[in-house]
């Protein structure tokens, strides 16, 4: 039996990681769909998305629409896809393309619906749970897409337990992607066969994801030591966590690399001072004296 037609949605790391499950199932995507190249590095060079970077090393066609207007939808028909998978795109796309494919849209969400719905469910677990050391249940949830943000029903979840909390988020973002990958990989067959029933989610129990900027990577050694970890466990990748201190009589930003608890205190272990290497905590305040 020849593979579906799949046109996958997605941009981020998460991504490439579902994809690559996918790959290692025999389940490619016929077309692929991420956002343009965008300037990156000092010199604000051109650079395309991880999941284009992907597909050209796999021979995928790709779309990477500025916007998702009428041209770009009758690229879309011309490969007149079965099935349309999201994993972290960027973008909201408008019910009518959503609907183009005759099985529907399912998206993979890390977490397990309906805690964390939103644009940053790894981040905020980290940043919400308050038992460091612990154990802790993480999951992913593939659902059907509908009008509201990660409320539609349930087709497939998940659940993992997560030893030693918390991860880092690029720790935590691997192994939900490997996850959703592999539950995604069983259920597209069963969904193409029409042998699963999506379930409503429990609207109630429904929580919401924070915000993330790149202040919210700025943080105060004075504050509560267990939250601030938590921050530099959440960032580790993007904002980044950073403090501000003074050197040579003007502020400087100091972005936290590497940290970790030592019964209730929190301990520094690797920075990057402004316009500096990273180095240890420990060379940096001698630097300061």
């Not at 593979?3 to 995507?29: C, D, H, K, Q, Y």
């Not at 999201?86 to 796309?93: L, T, W």
């Not at 201190?245 to 209730?264: K, L, Q, W, Y």
Request: hydrophobic share 35%; net charge negative; with cysteine.
């Amino acid at each position: 039996m020849p593979n579906p037609r799949i046109a996958f949605w997605g941009t981020s790391r998460i991504s490439v990681i579902v994809l690559e499950e996918m790959l290692r199932a025999g389940i490619p995507p016929s077309l692929i769909i991420t956002a343009p190249s965008k300037p990156k590095g000092r010199g604000l060079e051109l650079a395309p998305s991880e999941v284009k970077v992907w597909a050209d090393a796999h021979n995928i066609p790709t779309l990477e629409p500025e916007k998702l207007d009428s041209e770009f939808v009758r690229q879309l028909s011309d490969v007149n896809c079965q099935l349309f998978i999201i994993v972290s795109y960027g973008k909201i796309i408008p019910r009518n393309i959503l609907d183009m494919p005759h099985h529907g849209t399912l998206n993979v969400h890390p977490s397990l619906l309906p805690k964390l719905r939103g644009a940053s469910p790894i981040q905020s677990a980290i940043l919400e749970d308050d038992a460091p050391g612990l154990p802790h249940e993480a999951g992913v949830t593939i659902m059907q897409i509908d009008e509201e943000v990660d409320h539609g029903p349930i087709v497939a979840q998940e659940k993992i337990t997560i030893e030693n909390w918390p991860p880092k988020s690029s720790e935590l973002e691997e192994t939900l992607g490997i996850l959703g990958g592999k539950l995604l990989a069983r259920t597209i067959p069963l969904w193409l066969a029409g042998k699963i029933t999506p379930q409503e989610q429990d609207h109630p129990q429904a929580t919401f994801t924070t915000k993330i900027t790149k202040q919210s990577g700025h943080i105060d050694l004075a504050d509560d030591p267990a939250q601030t970890y938590r921050k530099i466990r959440a960032f580790d990748t993007w904002p980044r966590t950073y403090f501000l201190t003074e050197r040579n009589g003007r502020s400087i930003r100091v972005v936290v690399t590497e940290a970790h608890m030592d019964n209730d205190n929190l301990i520094l272990d690797r920075v990057i001072p402004e316009g500096k290497k990273e180095m240890s905590y420990e060379d940096f305040m001698r630097g300061q004296k």
